[in-house]
Structure formats: C-alpha cells, structure tokens
C-alpha cells in the first residue's frame, strides 16, 4: 500500500502557504489606503475580526474538510480508508492548539502590518482613498492569508506523523465526516487521478 504521505491533496494544501506572502503584502497595501477615521485599535480590531474570527472558529468547531479545493469536494461516500484516516488527524486536538497559535501568530503579523503601512503609501496614492473600503479590502486579504496559513499548518500536522502512529488509527465513519467538518464547494466524485498502488512483490 502506498504511503499516506503520496497524497497529492496534501501537498496541493501545502503549497498554497506559497500563497502567503502575496495576500499579506496586499493586505499591507490595503491598510495604506486613506487616512484613518477610527483609533487604531478600532481598526485594527475590525480587520482582526473579520479576517480571522470565522476562519478560527471553524478550525476549532468543524475543520475544513482537506479533501476539497478550489470550489469543488471530493464525496465522503468516496473517501478510502486511507483519506478517512487523515481526517481523523485532521480533527484532534493538536490541530485545534496549531489553529490558537496561527491565529496569534497571525494578529502579530497584522500589527507590523498596520504599523508599517504609512511607509507605502506612495504606492496606494493612485487608488481611491477610502479609508472604509481600504480596511473591507485589508479584511478580505487578511483572511484569504489566514486560509492559507492556517489549512497548511493542519495538513503539516498530518505529514509529520510517523507510520506506526498511522496505521493504528481506525479511519473515521463515514456518517461523521459532515458532522464533524465543514465541506466547502461542489461535491464530485473524483478531483484528482489516484496514483498507482505500490505492490510489494516476493523475490
């Protein structure tokens, strides 16, 4: 049997941390954008809220289901035994403290974005100065930069799990797959080609 660590979902999920740097960068531009109306903790609180509460809450109530990417997901009912053994990795504990300290770490991010932003208004000085529609747009790009973060730090959990570990996991039941996450997008029955079982033949 193939490793569980051939999963190409996987590592699709965590190649989109490549991702991060861009949405944080314009999030940066974003917070440029007009003089500031509120107090900088208002802001800064309205931009935390919106781009990071949701992402959060769902990582700590029902996870992204992995199985799924760019508006399409992968039918439960075609999950092998395999991919229901990740989900339960997906959905423990560990993954919930990962989810706490991406988010902090991703609120400390935000304030050196905000503190840095005055030195790149130059390059936001040929965009409307709405200050209002700077920080929804701010607000959008922090929470597409916390998607990105904070689904591959979950699936880094997943590929750093050793095979003994792996192989003692009971693959999660079928019926709790939509109770316990959250599936997104379109539900096919494939996304992505299988790759080849490994068989292991006697000399």
């Not at 959060?56 to 229901?84: C, D, H, S, V």
Request: aromatic share 8%; charged share 15%.
């Amino acid at each position: 049997m193939r490793s569980f660590r051939s999963e190409p979902i996987l590592w699709i999920h965590v190649a989109g941390l490549a991702t991060l740097p861009i949405f944080l960068l314009l999030c940066l531009l974003f917070l440029s954008v007009g003089e500031p109306l509120l107090p900088v903790w208002m802001e800064l609180l309205l931009v935390a809220a919106t781009g990071l509460i949701p992402l959060l809450w769902m990582q700590l109530r029902r996870p992204f289901y992995i199985f799924a990417i760019l508006g399409i997901a992968l039918k439960p009912e075609n999950l092998t035994e395999q991919q229901r053994k990740i989900l339960c990795l997906i959905n423990t504990k560990l993954n919930r403290v990962l989810a706490l300290l991406s988010a902090i770490l991703s609120i400390f991010v935000l304030w050196q974005l905000y503190q840095a932003a005055p030195l790149v208004v130059n390059m936001t000085s040929q965009l409307p100065q709405w200050r209002i529609l700077g920080l929804a747009l701010a607000a959008l790009t922090f929470l597409a930069s916390n998607l990105f973060l904070q689904i591959p730090v979950s699936v880094a959990r997943v590929l750093v799990t050793n095979d003994t570990e792996f192989a003692a996991i009971e693959p999660l039941p079928l019926e709790k797959i939509n109770q316990d996450f959250t599936i997104l997008g379109v539900r096919v029955n494939k996304i992505l080609p299988q790759l080849p079982v490994e068989v292991k033949t006697e000399e």
